[in-house]
């Protein structure tokens, strides 16, 4: 990912990505990596992450692997079809690398596996549908504001 691209991201994040605490570490076209800390923060009731914190790092992942934009101050976005998650192993703490890549692509919707990792155990893996939203199907994007 480029200078300009991480800049950007940093400059431009959600309240929700604040929130599950992930950084953009890889982004090219069709493909992303996120990684984040989980902590007592994440936990649920039973002192895992919960499930839907891997949900939502999948899918944060899987949507910027579609959108990846070179043209610097320009998005693309997309809104998610459908995403199928399967949990595999339970995490209390430690931290998540999550990479998606794009398996397929039409002109407005593209398909994306996902899978995440803690070391060397895989936790849970997703495939999901995207739509592509407000120009986002064209690669050099649309200005952000």
């Known amino acids: 990912m480029s200078e300009a691209n991480l800049q950007f991201e940093a400059e431009n994040m959600s309240g ?20 984040a800390e989980m902590n007592e923060r994440h936990l649920n009731r039973n002192g895992f992450v919960h499930g839907g914190v891997f949900v939502s790092l999948l899918d944060s992942a899987a949507g910027l692997c579609g959108t990846y934009c070179s043209v610097p101050g320009n998005v693309r976005r997309c809104i998610t079809i459908s995403l199928n998650t399967h949990f595999m192993n339970p995490l209390q703490q430690g931290v998540l690398r ?19 990792t803690c070391e060397d155990t895989l936790i849970a893996t997703g495939q999901g549908t995207f739509r592509y939203v407000f120009g986002g199907e064209n690669e050099e994007g649309v200005p952000a504001d």
């Open 16 to 35: 929700f990505r604040e929130v599950l605490g992930f950084s953009v570490t890889e982004w090219e076209p069709n493909r992303a990596v996120i990684t």
């Open 98 to 116: 999550v990479e998606a890549k794009v398996v397929n692509r039409g002109r407005k919707i593209f398909f994306v596996e996902a899978r995440i």
